[in-house]
């Protein structure tokens, strides 16, 4: 499939708010997961390709395809909901307390039933309820483990925590389908005045029926059940620009219009990122954003998403506190290069073949390939086979992330957000940029300081930079880095209970 172009992913931007905004209050339509472009990333941009690569009557037998996949997936998801919800005991927890405040986050993986601390709010959520102000954790299961056996471990925790359960009963599941089936009849009905528009509309009626967007509406009622039970005033959730976030906030303010619904904008914000920053109807929309740093708050000050009080710099626990003694831009000797992907395949294999060229070519250096948890290793050896058996010069990371930016002198990354950490410590970025593609460089607006591989030769660039010019480019770049992630500020943050 051919790349999508910049023109063409601003026009697919359009279209699908048009097709939002044609029903905006709408609670079926908001949830539709194709109607939300998140941002440029290939990841995100694949399941739009046919709309642009495909015609006639090879994009009508894609539809019908995706269709009874659709409905394939569907109905095994209804009878895994049985399973679960009837037999694991995978079900709501219901809690008569009153908590004025209620936290969404993410239980991503099984290590994360230990941890004490919540992985994107830190301590927040403790500290709201030392000002007297009782707080609750919901968190979206992505695991295997049911909500029952998590709760039975989080039961000494500080703070009252419920990991959601991955289905609703058989009849609410039902319901669900049944909603976005008279959806899909009004989206089907709307007016197109191009031919690329109905191909949006057609594609957005077989999203109708998409696990994507079951998950969407499923999320948001589970939180719906907790605010209508438990008295919330607040809401806080983890915000990307995600629907399942918009439809909280909607439900919530259905129950009770005062509710004051706040995102925090954990992650960088990409330059082409595009739901994060378009707004819908008021009821679809955060009160305040929390911002992990100044660049963040930036972006949405430069759109004036909210007033300037409405955002506030929260920070992250990403940040360092360590300072490098040595930069690696100061290194007598520079030959260790750490590759940083992301988790989907679709990015680590084009990624790790460049890296496998690239150690072909230069065999005095040495190669540090380190996989995101996610990856299948097993699937990119698979695709990759010059990595079996592994060339003297490339190795697999099984270090820390820690220790292997201590011992690496230079960063391949492409869309891997792990590259600002990398700066950091002082690591030279290289952004391996793929032909006719949009740019996922999360170092977007800083282009002078860095160099950019579109192919091995490029490699030589770096040799052609002064040593006093590589250190000037790096303190830029470190500088540069620190706006992304600030240091936890919880005053800002408990700035909005005492406003409320």
């Not at 339509?29 to 495909?54: D, Q, T």
């Not at 219901?94 to 908590?99: G, L, M, P």
């Not at 605010?227 to 259905?254: D, S, V």
């Not at 790790?352 to 097993?378: D, Y």
Request: hydrophobic letters at 40%.
């Amino acid at each position: 499939m051919k790349n999508i172009t910049e023109t063409q992913y601003d026009q697919l931007c359009d279209a699908c708010d048009a097709l939002l905004q044609n029903n905006a209050n709408s609670f079926e339509r908001n949830a539709n997961a194709f109607l939300h472009v998140i941002r440029e990333h290939p990841i995100f941009l694949n399941v739009y390709s046919a709309v642009f690569n495909k015609n006639g009557v090879s994009f009508f037998i894609h539809l019908i395809k995706l269709l009874f996949w659709n409905i394939i997936i569907g109905s095994y998801k209804l009878f895994h909901s049985i399973y679960r919800y009837y037999f694991l005991g995978d079900k709501l927890i219901k809690d008569k307390r009153v908590f004025e405040d209620v936290f969404i986050s993410h239980f991503l993986n099984d290590s994360f039933i230990n941890h004490k601390r919540d992985f994107y709010f830190f301590d927040l959520p403790q500290k709201i309820a030392n000002t007297n102000k009782s707080s609750l954790q919901l968190y979206i299961n992505f695991t295997g483990q049911s909500s029952s056996k998590i709760q039975a471990i989080w039961k000494k925790r500080v703070t009252v925590s419920r990991a959601l359960p991955r289905y609703l009963p058989l009849i609410q599941e039902i319901k669900i389908r049944g909603l976005m089936l008279h959806e899909a009849i009004k989206l089907l009905q709307s007016k197109t005045t191009s031919s690329f528009e109905k191909r949006i509309k057609f594609q957005a009626v077989i999203a109708s029926f998409s696990s994507a967007t079951h998950i969407n509406y499923r999320i948001a009622f589970l939180v719906r059940h907790y605010i209508k039970q438990n008295g919330i005033k607040r809401i806080f959730t983890t915000y990307e620009g995600h629907p399942w976030e918009r439809l909280i906030f909607a439900m919530a303010r259905e129950i009770d219009p005062t509710i004051v619904c706040v995102g925090y904008q954990h992650a960088i914000v990409f330059r082409k990122q595009h739901a994060i920053r378009r707004k819908l109807t008021s009821n679809f929309e955060p009160n305040y954003i929390l911002c992990s740093g100044e660049h963040g708050k930036q972006q949405f000050e430069a759109i004036n998403y909210l007033p300037s009080k409405y955002l506030l710099c929260f920070g992250s626990n990403r940040t360092i506190d360590c300072k490098q003694e040595q930069l690696a831009v100061e290194a007598k000797e520079r030959k260790v290069f750490l590759m940083l992907s992301e988790g989907d395949l679709i990015e680590c294999i084009p990624l790790a073949r460049f890296v496998v060229q690239l150690a072909k070519e230069n065999p005095s250096a040495h190669f540090v390939i380190r996989f995101h948890p996610i990856t299948r290793v097993e699937d990119v050896l698979k695709a990759v086979p010059e990595l079996v058996p592994l060339p003297k010069n490339i190795e697999l990371s099984s270090l820390s992330f820690e220790e292997d930016l201590t011992r690496a002198h230079f960063a391949i990354y492409r869309g891997s957000t792990t590259i600002i950490k990398a700066i950091q410590y002082g690591l030279i970025p290289l952004y391996y940029e793929r032909p006719n593609e949009i740019s996922i460089d999360p170092l977007y607006d800083i282009q002078k300081e860095k160099v950019n591989l579109t192919s091995i030769e490029d490699i030589e660039l770096l040799k052609q930079i002064p040593q006093k010019e590589l250190i000037k480019r790096q303190h830029k770049l470190i500088e540069y880095a620190s706006r992304f992630f600030s240091p936890l500020n919880y005053d800002e943050a408990l700035k909005i209970n005492k406003t409320v």
